[in-house]
């Protein structure tokens, strides 16, 4: 079956943009994770959706970073006035229950250079 | 101290050894274990999680040291194909909260 997916899988921009990027889960799956992942790192949590809501977005740096899940399914991550230290690999991960510790599907990921 | 540290490698093996490598977590009160793998510019997959009383599938064997705090991952016989990053992944129920090492290189070589 398929496997979650991100779109772009790359995205380039400008220091101060605004930029988008979405995760659609295996379906089904209720639970959604957001990570962004630096360059010998591992992932870093930025917020968990339990069906439409954020659960925990503890991890979201600033009030730059937004993100909704408006149905239960898709999810959009947004960040405004991107700065250079948000190039990163963001991640994004479904799982099937309501248990963080269950398994975590992950994406591609999308790679996001600010210039 | 990071709440769960790895060694970053990377471990530089011949095909057919034996290696392991370990994980320390700071916090006594973690309930939960795993090790993912991640390949070169892929996403993490779970490789297994850790029980209490140890486990093991095929050529991977998982141990937790609550004494010592910390979670170790065994790989026989290695193939090339096990060249990959190992991220361990710590749970706290008490915060809800799943810490990511910062990754542990494997290196095979012919």
């Known amino acids: 079956g398929a496997g979650v997916s991100q779109t772009p899988s790359n995205k380039v921009t400008e220091k101060g943009k605004y930029v988008e990027l979405r995760c659609d889960p295996i379906s089904g799956h209720t639970a959604l994770y957001w990570y962004r992942q630096s360059l010998g790192q591992g992932p870093e949590f930025l917020i968990y959706?339990?069906?439409?809501?954020?659960?925990?977005d503890s991890g979201l740096p600033n009030d730059r970073f937004f993100a909704v899940r408006p149905e239960g399914s898709v999810s959009t991550l947004k960040i405004q006035r991107t700065e250079r230290g948000d190039s990163a690999v963001y991640l994004c991960?479904?799982?099937?229950?309501?248990?963080?510790?269950?398994?975590?599907?992950f994406g591609p990921g999308t790679r996001l250079t600010v210039l | 101290r990071k709440e769960v540290e790895q060694d970053p490698g990377p471990f530089n093996v011949p095909e057919g050894a034996t290696v392991a490598f370990n994980c320390t977590y700071s916090n006594s009160a973690s309930q939960s274990f795993f090790w993912y793998r991640q390949d070169c510019r892929k996403e993490p997959k779970l490789l297994m999680s850790?029980?209490?009383?140890?486990n093991e599938d095929g050529r991977f064997t998982a141990q937790l040291n609550r004494a010592s705090q910390y979670i170790s991952l065994l790989i026989r016989d290695s193939k090339l194909s096990d060249s990959a990053t190992y991220l361990c992944?710590?749970?706290?129920?008490?915060?809800?909260?799943?810490?990511w090492g910062a990754g542990t290189k494997l290196i095979i070589k012919p």
């Open positions: 992944v710590v749970y706290l129920d008490s915060n809800y909260q799943l810490i």
């Open positions: 991960a479904s799982s099937l229950g309501t248990s963080r510790v269950d398994e975590q599907f």
């Open positions: 850790v029980y209490s009383s140890g």
């Open positions: 959706f339990q069906g439409t809501g954020a659960a925990d």
